[in-house]
T-cell receptor, first 111, second 115 residues
Framework: SQKIEQNSEALNIQEGKTATLTCNYT??????LQWYRQDPGRGPVFLLL?????KEKRKERLKVTFDTTLKQSLFHITASQPADSATYLC??????????FGSGTRLLVRP | GAGVSQSPSNKVTEKGKDVELRCDPI?????LYWYRQSLGQGLEFLIY????????KSGLPSDRFSAERTGGSVSTLTIQRTQQEDSAVYLC?????????????FGPGTRLTVL
């Protein structure tokens, strides 16, 4: 069956360190993968999209990698700040429009 | 500019009652999506609209769930004879065109509690 897995345990790191979140998937061949941020009581907010032919994408302190052989995407936040504390969701494009979301990983950045 | 809005923000209802949840997408966005998010879970796709048509209703959990979209804009998700397992946050999203690389813009959600 098709699955997207994100670490359900919260990631707790010290301010200034790099946070790395993992998204693994099985039985998909997505053309795109997206990362979203979700704060409590809010809807998800789009952060980055990476295509299957791209190995890496950067935006300010964010970096996403996409390894279609390993079926894995890594999401990095460098120089993390307490304001980065949120839940981060990965989502795969299934077909032409449907996004399939992982359950998200909660990031806590300690001051 | 205005983002996606949803109403009500919270809804508490008794088991067996019908509820209507409303979504106002970003003006001009042709694609509209409904998702459900249970506590601690990811988003579960419910239905997709392109204009007023719903080419994909595959995520609707049962025939108690229905949705419509009028004027290529506002959408309503209706749950009939609500059950306790329907309790969740219902999120609406819109995008300029159909899927692909389009970003989906989410509303704040409606938290539904069925007692």
């Amino acid at each position: 069956s098709q699955k997207i897995e994100q670490n359900s345990e919260a990631l707790n790191i010290q301010e200034g360190k790099t946070a790395t979140l993992t998204c693994n998937y099985t039985n998909y061949s997505p053309a795109y993968l997206q990362w979203y941020r979700q704060d409590p009581g809010r809807g998800p907010v789009f952060l980055l999209l990476i295509r299957e032919n791209e190995k890496e994408k950067r935006k300010e302190r964010l970096k996403v990698t996409f390894d279609t052989t390993l079926k894995q995407s890594l999401f990095h936040i460098t120089a993390s700040q307490p304001a980065d504390s949120a839940t981060y969701l990965c989502a795969l494009l299934d077909g032409s429009y449907k996004l399939i979301f992982g359950s998200g990983t909660r990031l806590l950045v300690r001051p | 500019g205005a983002g996606v809005s949803q109403s009500p923000s919270n809804k508490v209802t008794e088991k067996g009652k019908d509820v209507e949840l409303r979504c106002d997408p970003i003006s001009g966005h042709t694609a509209l999506y409904w998702y459900r998010q249970s506590l601690g879970q990811g988003l579960e796709f419910l239905i997709y609209f392109q204009g007023n048509s719903a080419p994909d209703k595959s995520g609707l959990p049962s025939d108690r769930f229905s949705a419509e979209r009028t004027g290529g804009s506002v959408s309503t998700l209706t749950i009939q004879r609500t059950q306790q397992e329907d309790s969740a946050v219902y999120l609406c999203a819109s995008s300029p065109t159909r899927g692909g690389t389009d970003t989906q813009y989410f509303g704040p959600g409606t938290r539904l509690t069925v007692l």
